[in-house]
């Protein structure tokens, strides 16, 4: 319970936890306890959320907008706290700070069968209602933009190849990373095979296809209260194709299961008592899922230095990933049985 | 500090329901443990499910949730060691241990196997949705020196307290006595311990489905294939044969 309190303590400490800062959103604070990379106030108006804004206003903007639109259909997301100028944010020594609402419930638990058929079927209900947001920033619209991003991922990882055979003394992470890289590569080809020969950019076409995705559905984004599921954090939300979405969400909610098809049909069924997918899709999310993000997230995080991890934390990590390789393989292909895919 | 806060709040709520945190000097000697001593443990066990049962955390931050866990993990043991056996099929085995493997795996996959059936038979899905509904807490340790009873309950530490289902810290007790070598009658200590607990027959089917479950077995074989320890073969095989000459209890 106590050791991912404090993991985001740099960040944490970089908040000012002032009077004045909460006075802004007219709120008597008592007590304030960190969670990741949040604090939850005690306050004369119930429990809220503080954080620390590390994007800019007109991303905030954007996120507003999405929640808004999300709100007329489907209310199990978070809401702003508005200041006393009836503003979402206010701007505090020079940092940018929002309020929100504490929802009531508990984390998602991707062990749990019950949180996970939950989880899924809100998440079909979370689609429908983000159906048909638009928004005029061109980095949130990923849509149309994931075979050419395959493709540039594909170059990042041969560049890292050649950094780590550049290397006269290779470490740990560059030996395991060197006798797998070509593994992954092909994998990637054979992922962007798959999304040529569907039709995924017939889907991006079809308005019915594209939504709001959340974008960062780890489970503790999804909390569940009274047996339904809601869906805070939307900072890395992107306009997409859902089974994006569901991609991710689905691979997430296996890989610590030994990327178990059973539980992976269960979220389909579950997702779809509230919305619909066709078979080009199941095409589709069947390409993106044969993409070893984990991997490729893990080497670019180390060969870009983008996380300030120790080095065997880094080792550890792809170590786990790469033993999951068969688990995985496996999994694709009773996955493509199963959903009967050419 | 928040973390201070966190444990205040659970420990006044176990305070505020009986139960104290403190030492336990019990000493219990397991050769000689007789089964009315294994059920007053199971009584005790599941005085303390009634008393922290509905424990909702200090403003929203909870203890570790672990329900379905166990049976997830046991999931994946099968689905490597089916591997595991499957490759030693192809490529004949490569030492001792595998050739113990070749001849008896199949064997441990399908109990493992069955009891996973077992469980999901017995409504498994059902009794998760139960303990997330009544807020189940589980021990996660449930010995003697763990937890006791005199006047008041007694615990010994709040780090293995988390969410779970209360059926779970029973096949925790029995694992423990089945490893010290006992032998009792498991099935009626199950069916009592669910008695204690106010639970329906699927519970005991479900904790004989866990109890059955070839764990320290399984957990061999995923040491030998992530070489987790720093054991060689013939050190993976003994232990192995250790484990099968215990091993003598299947209720389904």
Known sequence: MFESRYRDKKYLSQYSLSVELFEEFSLKVTDVIPVRNVYILCTDKGNKILKKIDYSINDLEYINSAIKFIKDKFNRVFDFVETKDNKIYTIFNGDVYCVMNLIDGRECDFYNAVDVSIAAKGLGELHSAAEGFKYN??????CGKTIDKFNRKLEEIEFFKSIANLHENKNEFDKVFLDNVNYYSDLIKKS???????????????????????????YHNILIYNDEAYFIDFDYAIIDLKVHDLCNFIIKAIKECAFDIEKADLIIKDYCRSNILDKREFEVLYGLMTFPEDFYSITRDYYTRRKEWEEEAFVERLNKRVLNKEDKEEFLEEFKKKFCID | MAIDK????????????????????????YRNLTEEQA???????????KKIMGY??????????KTGRMIE?????NKKLKRDI???????????????????????????ENCIEEIYKWDYIDLISRSMQRVELCLGCTDFNHIAKDESIVISTLNNCCYNMVEIDCVYFINKLKKKGLTMNWESLIYKYCDFEGLECKSAKFISGLVSYPYEFMKCCSRYRENKKDWDELKYKEKLLKIIERDNYNLI
Do not use: W
Not at chain 1, 199 to 218: G, I, M, R, T
């Open chain 2, 86 to 112: 499957k490759k030693i099929k192809l490529n004949t085995p490569e030492n001792q241990f595998e050739e113990l493997l070749l001849e008896i795996g199949d064997v441990y996959l399908e109990r493992a």
């Open chain 2, 6 to 29: 966190v444990y205040d709040s659970l420990l006044d709520y176990l305070g505020q329901n009986g139960i104290k945190v403190g030492e336990i000097d019990t000493l219990v000697n």
């Open chain 2, 56 to 65: 909702n955390g200090y403003m929203n931050i909870r203890l570790d949730n």
């Open chain 2, 73 to 77: 993990q046991y999931k994946i043991y």
């Open chain 2, 39 to 49: 059920l007053e443990q199971l009584f005790i066990i599941s005085e303390f499910h």
């Open chain 1, 137 to 142: 920033i061109n980095n949130k619209v990923v």
């Open chain 1, 192 to 218: 962007i095979e798959i999304l040529n020969a569907s039709s995924y950019y017939k889907l991006c076409s079809e308005e019915d296809k594209v939504v709001l995705c959340h974008h960062d559905l780890a």
